[in-house]
């Protein structure tokens, strides 16, 4: 274990539902990340979030809504999402502040699949 | 914009080769380069970090050596294992301090035979 945890581990939705992915980390960090993992396509950072504020926004639609009530939790609300949001969804954690130049620590990621 | 490529996509190698896996990006500007590991299903795993002014970082049977002033790095794997079949993946981070982020490569997937 890597000391951040993802749950669920997947989860099968349709595009009128409204479900979260849920991040928790146990390493004291102040700094958490949501990126997406699509088929043949680099990851993609959507949330960067340091001491539960959130420091950068990549221009994610909507329809991804992110909450981080404290330093160790974060969440991924997600409503009527689309076909193509399906990927594996992961979260990070860093000491630092919360940019590239921290040492980021990833969990398992969930597989979202949006029918 | 930093672009980073990793070329091939995909490697098939049996057991005990040496080998090297490569990774090439646009913007030499950049704070440190990080390889991680994917297994299937998995999250990804720092397997090394180099930083700009360091020439190589060794883990085990790892090497990673940078040459910024190409825009290159490599990972060479010594005396391959089956177990070292995974997902292989590259990041930069850009020297801009706030605000900045990896950009990550799509990886290189290896599968070492028995």
């Known amino acids: 274990e890597t000391g951040v945890t993802q749950t669920p581990r997947h989860l099968v939705m349709g595009m009128t539902n409204k479900k979260s992915l849920k991040c928790e980390q146990h390493l004291g960090h102040n700094a958490m990340y949501w990126y997406k993992q699509s088929a043949k396509k680099p990851l993609e950072l959507m949330f960067v979030?340091?001491?539960?504020?959130?420091?950068e926004n990549n221009s994610v639609p909507s329809r991804f809504s992110p909450e981080c009530p404290n330093s160790s939790h974060l969440f991924l609300h997600l409503h009527t999402l689309q076909p193509e949001d399906s990927a594996l969804y992961l979260c990070?954690?860093?000491?630092?502040?919360?940019?590239?130049?921290?040492?980021?620590?990833f969990g398992a990621g969930t597989r979202l699949s949006v029918l | 914009k930093q672009e980073v490529t990793q070329i091939p996509a995909a490697l098939s190698v049996p057991e005990g080769e040496n080998l090297v896996l490569n990774c090439s990006f646009t913007d030499s500007a950049i704070y440190n380069l990080q390889w991680f590991r994917q297994d299937p299903g998995k999250g990804l795993t720092s397997l090394l970090l180099?930083?700009?002014?360091?020439r190589e970082q060794t883990s085990g049977r790892l090497n990673a050596s940078l040459d910024k002033s190409s825009g290159r790095s490599t990972l060479y794997i010594a005396a391959s294992q089956p177990g070292d079949s995974a997902t292989y993946l590259c990041a930069v981070s850009p020297y801009t301090g706030a605000n900045s982020k990896l950009t990550f490569g799509k990886g290189i997937t290896l599968s070492v035979r028995p």
């Open positions: 979030y340091n001491f539960k504020e959130q420091t």
């Open positions: 990070a954690s860093s000491q630092g502040l919360g940019t590239g130049m921290d040492i980021q620590y």
């Open positions: 180099i930083q700009s002014s360091q």
